[in-house]
């Protein structure tokens, strides 16, 4: 297990202040640095989209305080008895929307497109770093530091733990029938209904059957495809409906969670890449009650059955874009 | 991995909504369930110690809405695709205190003697219980739940995934080097001072190298032993003096903030107890920001490095009982 340890800004114990329970999001009002006007607060972008007037409806950007450089030497040493690795990796920011108040729950879906656009994009982009093997999409909401509505997208050399050991769960299903254990998921809780939430024409939303946490979701595609940045337009189209009627949901059944999304595919480059990989999207609320067990412990306690979470959210309605 | 899904007392979408963020803890007023004189509001106790008045200062309950269960069938079942097992094991409620305002950083060594004494009498109790493999002694300040202190007594059939991977790496190193990582690392860590936050005769306080969360804190006895139900007596005397000292120091670094503590200890059954294992007790701040991209990724983000966590906490002063 490798740990980041960033020391460009270290943080001190007064840093921490602000968000001691009870956690305090500080509303901030606009405008931020992501917000339109303020574009020179932000380092150069990397993509945007833009109106005949040269009005961006979305834009990306390298993070200003990144998690990984793209600068630096990628090779291990000792320091004392213990191993240090250089964080390389890009690190950018998808400011999602010019408006500093949205909320994906109730974006419109042409929006929403733009932004799976975006990912696409800066993935296929920046595969062009033999580098970077793994990306990951992340989207905390509200934002930890800006509540303007952003993700973020992480590529690094390395393949992280979560993503090696589902590999070779696949890889193990794989060998054993020769089928894809996602898709045969998909087949039996389409059968089964218990855990699905929505189901569209290309995708699956559904409580899996291991729930770690409570009202957790999964966003599958129906077809077969290892590397998120192979969606295709379709796909794209049906997927920013299905997003925000999820995320509608979550809002009413429970006024407006914090939650946490992470695209999960593929390593890309040739050496590590598997067609045998599942991309989908995870979803965690963050309402959990559990937190010290499950660091304690390694494992996960879930007190809502997903057969139950599913059942709540499906009885809720969905928003005027929803499917 | 194993998720466990409690089904006892599934939660609603209403059940969370209290500790939406920002998480606000409610104050709740005595008398509570773990208050003197409201005893047969709790399962019959396990263990306590009483004054010659018939008081009691320290009681342990069998958990009334407990994540394991010691009756049913431990084995293995499938549920369509899925695999599914009961969980089975104890869990205990150590009442550390009459108190029920009291807080361990300002709690009296003695006291905090007979929480420990309290942790070992229950183990040396429910290892004659064959099934049960491994323990898990856990505290979350505040309590979740109530706030009366309390700290809690698992033991399971099975070896969470975190111990198990901990236990190979220990192997690993031991084959390598023929000598524990975890002595080596007091050695290393006693000679190179940095990251030392408190030394006592038979404790090593610091903040481990790879710290996972900012003010992560290992408290591991000098002497090696793979248990921690072999504690001798001087050791505990010690580790009472110690454990006040570091969490006095967390209060007035980080204003009382939340934190959770586990003890780490060897399997305790012949199958599976590994000599090799050095007992020692982790402890983590709930202070992060970063959990969306940990939970994301399955690396750890943290800010603050430990040289930095531990020159602070050196720096603040001891409470009147500390070492």
């Not at 992280?160 to 890889?171: Q, V």
């Not at 969606?231 to 429970?254: C, G, M, N, W």
């Not at 009650?289 to 494992?299: I, K, N, P, Q, V």
Request: proline share 9%.
């Amino acid at each position: 297990m490798w740990v980041v340890v960033t020391t460009d800004h270290p943080k001190g114990p007064n840093d921490y202040l602000p968000f001691k329970p009870p956690y305090q999001l500080q509303r901030s009002e606009g405008p931020c640095p992501f917000c339109p006007g303020q574009e020179a607060m932000t380092p150069q972008e990397t993509f945007s989209m833009r109106g005949p007037d040269g009005r961006w409806s979305i834009r990306v950007i390298p993070n200003k305080f990144p998690i990984f450089h793209i600068e630096g030497e990628f090779d291990r040493r000792g320091e004392g008895m213990y191993d240090v690795m250089e964080a390389i990796g890009a690190h950018e920011i998808v400011i999602e929307t010019p408006d500093h108040e949205q909320n994906v729950a109730f974006m419109e879906p042409v929006q929403i497109q733009k932004i799976l656009q975006a990912y696409r994009e800066r993935m296929l982009d920046l595969t062009q770093d033999r580098r970077l093997e793994q990306f990951l999409i992340i989207k905390n909401y509200p934002g930890l530091f800006n509540r303007h509505p952003h993700s973020h997208i992480m590529a690094i050399p390395v393949i992280p733990r979560r993503i090696d050991e589902e590999i070779w769960g696949i890889l193990d299903y794989a060998e054993r029938k020769e089928r894809c254990i996602f898709c045969d998921i998909i087949k039996e809780e389409i059968s089964d209904r218990r855990r699905v939430i929505v189901e569209t024409t290309h995708f699956l939303i559904f409580a899996p059957f291991a729930s770690r946490y409570p009202f957790e979701t999964w966003i599958v595609p129906k077809a077969h495809c290892s590397d998120f940045h192979l969606i295709q337009e379709e796909e794209i189209v049906d997927l920013s409906l299905a997003l925000p009627t999820l995320f509608h949901k979550f809002y009413r059944l429970l006024s407006d969670p914090p939650y946490s999304l992470v695209v999960h595919t593929s390593p890309v480059q040739a050496r590590f890449h598997r067609q045998e990989y599942h991309w989908h999207i995870e979803t965690r609320l963050r309402i959990g009650l559990r937190e010290g067990f499950e660091w304690g412990t390694g494992f996960f306690v879930n007190p809502t059955p997903p057969e139950d979470a599913a059942a709540y959210l499906r009885q809720i309605g969905s928003s005027e874009f929803g499917v």
